[in-house]
């Protein structure tokens, strides 16, 4: 019969309209007739070859865009008539229909890309719905027939994913695989003669998973279908959790393949990575809890339902996470022989590391696996290798130096740190390990030691590692910090960061060996032997800029950190920091600065900690941070941590100078204080705050106050610039960040309310007193009030304005509290009493006098300038219209003494002489001889002014040609015969 209809419709079968085309493509119109007209719904035999005929025509060229609708609609029907996979027929010929699919589509316009889309995701949710089927004898097979067609469609492009993200195919595969994984669950046994791996469409279809999760809308999506993803971690893990959760049975056909654990722990890596909002959906489900009845389950050790009071015993741990912790255990304790294996380790490490944060810590430690707690199982692996125990486990886990065990080994630090980070039980949990002893052991400095065979580059890596993770552990663990002597192993780390070393060199003069310069923590300080400006590199200061960074975080840990810094100074810490400032201070490299600023914040926390540290800073000390305090702010520009250095110069200064007598008068004898000053006028406005809350602690001090007002801008051509001026500029670029009315029109305050509340409040207190405690003009009105406001000297009529603003500043603030206080009554619906509201109400209307006051003081200011200004308008054109009278004088005098001069009878006479010797030489002149000689007719004496004038170029002519005066022989002899003598110019005498 097939060859018969393959034959073209003989033997009394009518022609398949599926074969019938319209417009050069296939008639999907006809197709759908064929499969909902009454006279052939049934005819099962040629649906069957229609389908496969449509497979066919496009399964090498790909549907076109136009033919979506149509495509969707038969997948459709077909799909209703499969029966959720009990008539096979159609089950077969819809996964054939739908193979083409994954291919680009043909003939897509820009115009209709719109309905285009809709109509893929329209398919799409059609593909989904295959998977939503809950029963069926042929489930797993339709679900390998659509597998390969969406994995296709996913790798074709960006755009493929975005639909898929958009449409309901991601929940549905998820669904999909948890029931798949639940029912080979059920239909397996405890025995280990169970299959090795699981069937093929769960694998396949979590590999799809897998691969449509990279995209963050389709890690959304999944995320969004709750349970699913518990199950399929349920499935990688044999515990007495999952059992119960999976019906019973423990789903030993799973978790033994490693390609299923593979694509599920790439499932997860994938959502943790998927975003905020999915990774987060993704910790809070797999930390859930099972109910009681699975408890019960779980407890009785089968899938039974637990009798009658089982609901008041506590919930088990999340049977997920203890899922996931049988099979990081199983990974980290079994046969690693393989490359592949060992990287399925790693990946099962790298995502517990994702996983621990503070909404997962409580679940994850008391998550359990038959080995114990999985931090304790993750501190185990960590220490095995050089500090093993007598733990079973310890035998198991075989490590090396190989690539793969090396990122294990910083993979598990990681997860610690984590773990020790987000604290409560998960810091109990690492707290037991000795995982801090293997960090300290990787820092201590001792000869010939021996750590598990690293190579150089990995132990130098390493080393750096453990000094950073210190500064985790040792912040959350102080106790056991200080009590394993970690503050001696980071001093004596110190000492040998900086002791002077000749590196091993070659032939050419480069480094045998370059150090951890591509490591985490390094960035490339090992790249030559010398550092710019000759100061030798021995390759340690990455060693010293993580000590030292790790000092910092255990000094600022509250309460703790007290004890830390005690110990520290106990033990000369001071005096190391303080050589390093000092050694460090002409080094101007990146890494340089790095080290400068953590030297200057745990110098000022040490400082802050206890005021007999200050004192042990000395004139040395403070004379070192005064010159980092004194940088050239034009290099801040160059961000490579200028501007931080000098902040954290100005935090250390203000720690260890204020409040201690002694050096608070060798600071201000060094010139300290105008250093600050002179930073305060240069400096970028965000780093006002901390400059001005420094000066202003110090001028606590009468000679800081006597020094504040002899103050001036060192800035060429602003030697009249004062501190007040400096003050009122500070204030108004403040005014202008806040954006209040009138900063950038006019002096002259128009509101009630002009000094706007700062969001933020602390709870308990009002804006208003947070603004007044915290703000940049709160601390220029303290120094004005220091100086009693004395400091007006120089300033113009709208500083002055500006100045009166800050005066009243403190008084305007009680104000707005009264405001705040009826504002807030009104807000929460308390009615104040009568006697209350009185006074509230003179509050504010004291406030709007003092507003009105100081509009009439400030207006008073302006008009003084305006004032003056007028006077000295005036004053300028006065002086400007006597100095033209002067001159206008003197001109006239000039004039009336040249007409004078030239009337004198002996230059009249002189005139007329010089006129008459000229004609006589131009009559003597030979016409022959002296051919060339110029006569000068068209030249005078000008007839206006009696004086002896000469051109500008005389050629000697007439009786002023040589011989002409018969001395012509004389002259030959003398000096030979001239004919012509031009005389350099001469100018009118």
Known sequence: WRGTMAAGGRAGFATNPAETATDGGFNFGRVIKLLTSTHSADDIDRHAHALTRLAQVHEKIGYRAADVSDLATIAEIVLKKSCRGLNPTYTKGFGAIISPFALPLRDSR?????????????LLNVVASAFDEEDGEDLGQREKLLFTTLLQFARTSEANLDKLATSAVPASLAWACSRVAKRIAADSSDSKAGPAEAPLPLNTLVFVLATITRH????????????????????????????????????????????????????????????DTTAAAVKLELSQR???????????????????????????????????????????????ATVSARQLRNDAATVLMLLIDDTTASAIASAQCPAGGLLTTVARGFTAAEMPSKHPDCKKIRLDTSAEDFELHKVLQACLERATAVGGPCRSAVAQGNAMGLLLE???????????????PQLEELELLAAHGLGVFGSALPELFLRMRGCTVLLELMAWSTRATSPS?????????RGAGNGPLSTGDFSATEMSGGVANNGRRAYLLQTVRCMRRLVHHGSHGHEVVRELVDQGAMAQLLELLDEFVDQTDKFALWIQEEVLHTLAQVCRADPHNQEMLGEPGIRTLIAYAKQDVT??????????????????????????????????????????????????????????GCISDLCSYPVAREQLLHWRSPRPGASSFTV???????????????????????????????????????????????????????KIYTL???????????????????????????????????????????ASGVEATSTDAELIENGIAANIEHVVTLRDLQQARLTVELKDQTKNLVDTYDDIAFRHYAEEATAARHTETVDRISRHPRLLVARQRQREQLAVSRERCDPVTDAHAAHHESEGLPDGFNGTVFPSQLLLSGLLQPGADGTAADDATRHGTIKTTRMSEIEAV
Request: proline content about 4%.
């Open 635 to 692: 290099k801040f520009d160059r961000n490579i941590g200028y501007r931080e250095v000098v902040m954290a110069a100005v935090d250390a200064l203000w720690a260890g100078v204020v409040h201690c007598d002694l050096n608070e008068a060798v600071f201000l004898g060094f010139g300290g204080l105008f250093a600050l000053l002179d930073l305060l006028d240069v400096e970028p406005a965000d780093m006002h705050n901390a400059v001005l």
């Open 505 to 513: 060199v070659d032939a050419g003069g480069r480094r045998l060996f």
């Open 724 to 778: 007040a001026n400096l003050l009122v500029r500070v204030w108004e670029e403040e005014e202008r960040r806040l954006g209040i009315d009138g900063a950038e029109k006019d002096y002259v305050i128009s509101t009630g309310v002009e000094f706007p509340l700062l969001a933020g409040g602390s709870p308990g207190t009002t804006g208003t007193v947070d603004e007044v405690s915290q703000t940049i003009r709160s």
């Open 216 to 275: 963050l809308g389709c890690a959304a999506a999944v995320a969004a279908a709750p349970g699913a993803l518990s199950d399929l971690v349920c499935c990688i893990g044999a515990t007495p959790n999952s059992r119960a959760r999976m019906g019973g049975r423990a789903p030993l056909v799973l978790h033994a393949d490693e390609h299923f654990v593979g694509s599920v722990l790439e499932v997860l890596w994938n959502m943790l990575e998927g975003g």
């Open 290 to 336: 099972d109910s009681p009845v699975i408890a019960a389950a779980a407890t009785s050790g089968d899938g039974a339902a637990a009798e009658d009071g089982t609901e008041d015993k506590p919930l088990p741990p999340p049977a997920a996470l203890c899922a996931f912790a049988d099979c990081f255990h199983r990974l980290l304790t079994g046969s690693h």
């Open 442 to 456: 990787y820092v201590r400095r001792r000869d010939g030691r021996k750590m598990r065979g690293w190579t150089e």
């Open 784 to 826: 004005c009030a220091c100086c009693r406001f004395s400091t007006e000297t120089g300033l113009s009529g709208g500083e002055l304005a500006v100045m009166e603003k800050i005066k009243f500043y403190l008084t305007l603030k009680a104000g707005e509290v009264w405001t705040e206080v009826k504002n807030s009554l009104a």
């Open 110 to 122: 820009m115009s209709t890309r719109a309905a285009d889309d809709a109509n893929v995701r329209r």
